[in-house]
C-alpha cells in the first residue's frame, strides 16, 4: 500500500499483474525494475525493484522494493562526474597550451614571464577544484553529518557566490 502498488484490494499497475501471470503460467521468477506512476493523484514516478515468485499452487509472493532514491542518487553521481570531468578539462587543456607557448617563445623572457604566471594561476585553480572534490567526498562519509555544526548563511552564501563568479582576465 505505502509503495502504491495495491490500491484497495487491486494490484494498482498492469506491468505487474503481468508479472504475476507470468509466473503462473511458467513458475519461472520474475525479477524487474519498474518505472511506475507515483499514485492517483499528482504527478511523478516511483522506481521499484519487483519480484515476483510461486509459493504455492495458489499463490504467488510479490516483493517491491522502493530503488527511487538510489536510481536518483545514482543520476546525480553521474552528473557530478560529468561536471567534474568538465571543470577539470579546462585549466589542464589551459595548462598544456600555455606550455606549449612558453617553449616557442623561449627567447622572449617578457612573454615567458607573463605565460609562467598564468601558468601558476591555471595550477592553483586546478588545485583548488581538486581540494573541493576531496572535500565533497568526505561529505559523503559516515562522519560528516556528526561533525556538522551551526554557522552563519551569510558567510556560506557569499563565499559561494565568490567562488561562482567568473575569474577576470589578465
Do not use: C, W
Not at 527511487?68 to 553521481?77: C, K, Y
Not at 557530478?80 to 612558453?102: I, M
Amino acid at each position: 500500500y505505502a509503495l502504491g502498488v495495491v490500491r484497495g484490494d487491486a494490484l494498482a499497475h498492469a506491468a505487474i499483474r503481468a508479472m504475476i501471470d507470468d509466473v503462473r503460467r511458467d513458475g519461472v521468477i520474475r525479477d524487474e525494475e519498474l518505472e511506475l506512476p507515483r499514485g492517483p493523484v499528482g504527478r511523478g514516478t516511483v522506481m521499484l525493484q519487483v519480484r515476483v515468485a510461486q509459493v504455492g499452487p495458489h499463490h504467488v509472493l510479490v516483493l517491491a522494493e522502493d530503488r527511487t532514491e538510489a536510481r536518483r542518487v545514482e543520476a546525480i553521481r553521474r552528473d557530478f562526474v560529468v561536471n567534474v570531468s568538465h571543470e577539470l578539462k579546462t585549466p589542464v587543456g589551459a595548462l598544456a597550451l600555455l606550455a606549449e607557448t612558453v617553449q616557442d617563445a623561449a627567447d622572449d623572457p617578457v612573454a615567458v614571464r607573463r605565460f609562467a604566471a598564468r601558468m601558476q594561476s591555471e595550477a592553483t585553480r586546478l588545485s583548488a577544484l581538486v581540494q573541493e572534490n576531496k572535500q565533497l567526498s568526505r561529505l559523503q562519509g559516515p562522519r560528516a553529518l556528526r561533525e556538522s555544526r551551526v554557522g552563519p548563511l551569510r558567510g556560506v552564501r557569499g563565499g559561494g557566490v565568490g567562488r561562482a563568479r567568473a575569474a577576470p582576465e589578465r
